[in-house]
């Protein structure tokens, strides 16, 4: 009765966690339909997130569940090829942005480092395990050649939890602390474009962002003010900008997730996208893989928050269909028993959620 309880008991959880993607995904775009609806706009470039962080979920949990190894090895090198082609890849401002760009590479090599180290705690050679890490180190590395300081802290950021993540005995405890991170660089971003820092922070802040990027969060704070119910309209912002209107090379984008859905979707939309990524951590909670599989995911995800919520990389469609790649193959039960793969630092136990 045990062994047949315990099936059941993790099919009822990853239900409850795909049905709440379903519900949360499916909401953002509606709600984009109705935003437009009532400002006009092209809610065209949420739906194609939408779509993509669908795609790329579903696809992660299928290729996950055949090949738990060579599948995020993959992905690490199909997302490191993308980040050093990336600006190759298309003419136009929307490419040759450096506020845009940026964030786009930092955000792929963020995931690649991500994947790396996920396929790595689901190798079971040590040699190969290691091999996998050193990959991941390189992509820090290579972040660090193309110029991309952010890609090369949070590359960094994620190699180090994931060897951390061996002694978390309880996922949800991580999980929780991912959250507030994200929680924290959210309310700094929103404090900085409300000017209410000290001057010295504000400072410093504007010389690491750019002046031109505080501006733009200023002009989104400003539309989410006069329209908290519905928002400027999708994809709109560009056209009430006074900031994107002085700029030579504009890309209509106010280079903040959080910002950007407030001022076009207002509150409604800002909650949606919060939800979405408290989807993603309670679907990485209900996992039934290893925790240090789960957490290495989580930190990944979590720097590419961060990453979003001071830069552009959400309208890169690259970037989305990664996020929901990696948070698919993170939630995927592989063909092959894992409870053997568990780390040396401690046993495996029946219930993933205490681990």
């Known amino acids: 009765m045990a062994s047949t309880a315990g099936p059941a008991s993790a099919h009822e959880r990853r239900s409850a966690s795909d049905a709440t993607g379903v519900v949360v995904l499916g909401a953002c775009a509606a709600w984009s339909l109705i935003a437009a609806a009532a400002h006009g706009g092209r ?9 993509a962080v669908a795609a790329g979920y579903a696809s992660g949990r299928i290729c996950g569940e055949l090949m738990p190894v060579a599948a995020p090895c993959a992905g690490a090198f199909a997302g490191l090829g993308l980040a050093v082609a990336a600006p190759h890849i298309g003419p ?9 760009q940026t964030g786009a590479t930092a955000a792929l090599l963020t995931l690649s480092a991500g994947a790396a180290c996920c396929a790595a705690w689901a190798a079971r050679p040590p040699g190969l ?9 390189g992509i820090a590395v290579a972040a660090a050649l193309l110029g991309s300081t952010a890609g090369f802290v949070a590359c960094l950021g994620v190699l180090l939890c994931s060897l951390a993540a061996d002694r ?15 929680l924290l660089v959210t309310g700094a971003t929103w404090a900085t474009a409300e000017d209410a820092l000290p001057d010295g922070l504000t400072v410093s802040l504007e010389g690491q ?7 733009l969060w200023h002009d989104a704070l400003g539309m989410a ?9 999708p994809g709109r912002f560009a056209e009430l900008s006074p900031t994107v209107a002085q700029s030579l090379l504009p890309d209509g984008k106010p280079h903040s997730a959080p910002l950007q859905q407030a001022a076009e979707q207002g509150v409604p939309g800002l909650v949606l996208l919060a939800a979405v990524f408290c989807w993603i951590l ?8 290893p925790t240090p599989v789960v957490l290495t995911a989580g930190a990944a995800l979590t720097a590419l928050a961060a990453i979003a ?5 959400l309208s890169f469609t690259t970037v989305t269909a990664g996020a929901g790649l990696l948070a698919g193959l993170a939630t995927a039960r592989p063909v092959t028993n894992e409870s053997a793969q568990e780390p040396v630092g401690g046993p495996a136990r029946n219930n993933p959620l205490e681990r």
Do not use: D, F, K
């Not at 962002?209 to 501006?215: G, I």
């Open 225 to 233: 003010g006069r329209e908290p119910g519905l928002g400027v309209g």
């Open 282 to 289: 309670y679907a990485l909670w209900r996992s039934p893989r």
């Open 309 to 313: 919520t001071v830069g552009n990389a």
């Open 168 to 182: 978390m005995r309880r996922r949800a405890v991580g999980l929780g602390g991912l959250a507030l991170a994200v």
């Open 209 to 215: 962002l750019t002046q031109h990027r505080v501006l």
């Open 129 to 137: 395990r290691i091999g996998l890490r050193l990959l991941a180190a």
């Open 92 to 100: 136009g401002p929307h490419v040759t942005s450096p506020l845009g």
């Open 43 to 51: 809610p065209e470039g949420v739906l194609l997130a939408v779509l």
